[in-house]
């Protein structure tokens, strides 16, 4: 049992090592200065052109965190790529894993804490983006106009956000050049499956277990009805206990699918 409890022990302190050795790699590489950057322009648009245009803001809080989060799903998708989407195939790619896999601490321990890593930059990256969104309704509106709306968004949004994570990961796991899994695991959420889901709304079919028709849940949960050409054309809106489930089966399942991809890939020469 002590023996047990010691492995147990040594493995989350290698994960915390190569948690804390990736989020040094990003900060070094400036991907996090970039994205943080990022986080913090995009609400800042929505803050800044209204006076530029001598036009009024939204009338609520919800109307204007609306607004703001259009692209909120597609930030967490560039995080997600730019954090995971190269993290575990570079090692093999390099061939620096000849080195690292050779320390003794099982293969798990790395390939999991190069998740959470990558995990925590694109959460900090969503925070910044919640922040600044709710310091300008503060400003605008006063905070107390903070709706609990805004607050599960911002937990949808970390969820999303983990399923993008392990979306993306699964794909640095799975093919051979970085480049490779970066482009795929971007493209296939910025544009296969919501194409796909356009399709099955097309054909009267709800496409509810799709990852990206569920992530319109972060902006539906402040009730705000937009009216867009793409909802003119779905029949279908997610319903909000399924959506949140099928994110989180997204996270997990896709998760242990790379785990099992990279513990079997091998080291080519």
């Given at each position: 049992m002590m023996s047990t409890n010691e492995d147990t022990v040594s493995d989350l302190f290698h994960v915390y090592i190569n948690a804390r050795f990736e989020i040094k790699k990003h900060v070094s590489r400036r991907r996090l200065a970039l994205v943080v950057v990022l986080a913090t322009l995009l609400p800042i648009v929505f803050y800044a052109i209204p006076?530029?245009?001598?036009?009024?803001?939204?009338?609520?809080?919800?109307e204007f965190a609306s607004r703001n989060l259009l692209f909120i799903s597609t930030f967490v998708v560039i995080s997600a790529a730019m954090f995971a989407g190269d993290s575990v195939v570079t090692e093999f790619e390099k061939r620096t894993g000849l080195s690292l896999f050779s320390t003794p601490q099982r293969r798990t321990s790395i390939f999991a804490g190069k998740y959470i890593a990558a995990l925590l930059a694109t959460w900090l990256a969503v925070a910044c983006y919640y922040l600044v969104t709710a310091l300008e309704i503060g400003q605008i509106y006063g905070?107390?106009?903070i709706s609990l709306g805004f607050a599960k968004s911002f937990l949808i949004s970390?969820?999303?956000a983990s399923a993008a994570v392990s979306f993306c990961y699964f794909f640095s796991c799975l093919l051979k050049k970085s480049i490779t899994a970066m482009l795929a695991g971007f493209f296939v959420l910025m544009m296969i499956l919501p194409i796909v889901s356009q399709v099955l709304n097309i054909?009267?079919?709800?496409?509810?277990f799709i990852l990206t028709y569920n992530g319109s849940l972060i902006t539906d949960v402040l009730g705000i009805l937009s009216g867009s050409a793409m909802e003119s054309v779905s029949s279908f809106s997610p319903d909000f206990y399924v959506?949140?489930?099928?994110?989180?089966a997204y996270g997990i399942v896709f998760f242990y699918m790379a785990l099992f991809?990279?513990?079997?890939k091998a080291m080519e020469g």
């Open positions: 006076p530029l245009f001598d036009e009024d803001y939204p009338d609520t809080a919800n905070f107390g106009e970390l969820l999303y054909a009267d079919v709800d496409p509810w959506g949140v489930a099928v994110v989180v991809l990279a513990n079997r």
